[in-house]
C-alpha cells in the first residue's frame, strides 16, 4: 500500500476540520495544543494508515497542507 505523510501549517489552520472528515482512513485529528490563534489546529496522528491521496489537500479552503508521498523505504529509515 502506497505510504503518504502530510505536513501542517499549524498558524494557518482555521481548525475547521473539513480535512480530517474527508480523510477515508481518519489519519486527521484535532491537536491537543493551541496555535497562537486560540484553536486547535489539525494534527498527522495515525501516519501509518495514510496513503497519499490528498483528499484532506483538495478540502482545506486555505492550502494548510502538503501532501507526500513516500519512497518505500523512507519510513524505516526514519524519513517519515
Ligand atoms: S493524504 Fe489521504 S489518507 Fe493521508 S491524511 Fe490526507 S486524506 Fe488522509
Ligand atoms: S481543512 Fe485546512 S483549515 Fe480546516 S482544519 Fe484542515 S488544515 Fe485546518
Known sequence: ???????????????????????????????????????????????EKCTACASCYRMCPDTVLTVYELEAGDAERGEK
Not at 503518504?4 to 489519519?27: D, M
Not at 496555535?35 to 501516519?47: D, E, L, R
Open 1 to 47: 500500500m502506497r505510504q503518504g505523510k502530510v505536513t501542517i501549517n499549524r498558524e494557518r489552520c482555521k481548525a475547521c476540520y473539513l480535512c480530517a472528515e474527508s480523510c477515508p482512513f481518519k489519519v486527521l485529528e484535532p491537536d491537543t495544543a493551541m496555535n497562537s490563534s486560540g484553536v486547535y489546529p489539525v494534527k498527522f496522528a495515525k501516519a
